[in-house]
């Protein structure tokens, strides 16, 4: 298991577990990241990852991205 960070370009995953407060944990499971659910990286763009998650696309910062476990 790594951070969401550690992967790259073009890579789909799956999310094992989201860590980090109630209110960081609700705010991503918001926007579609949610355990056993799929997220693709798009592209890192000054120090932010572009995913594809469901059927929207998503820019998240290292921070937040730290927060997901894949």
Do not use: C, W, Y
Not at 12 to 24: A, L, P, R, S, Y
Not at 48 to 68: C, P, Y
């Amino acid at each position: 298991m790594m951070p969401l960070s550690m992967a790259k370009a073009g890579e789909t995953v799956t999310i094992q577990k989201i860590t980090g407060k109630d209110e960081v944990r609700q705010h991503l499971a918001e926007l579609g990241f949610v355990a056993d659910g799929q997220a693709t990286v798009i592209n890192e763009l000054a120090g932010s990852l572009i995913l594809q998650v469901k059927d929207s696309r998503v820019a998240l910062d290292k921070t937040l991205a730290n927060r997901i476990i894949i």
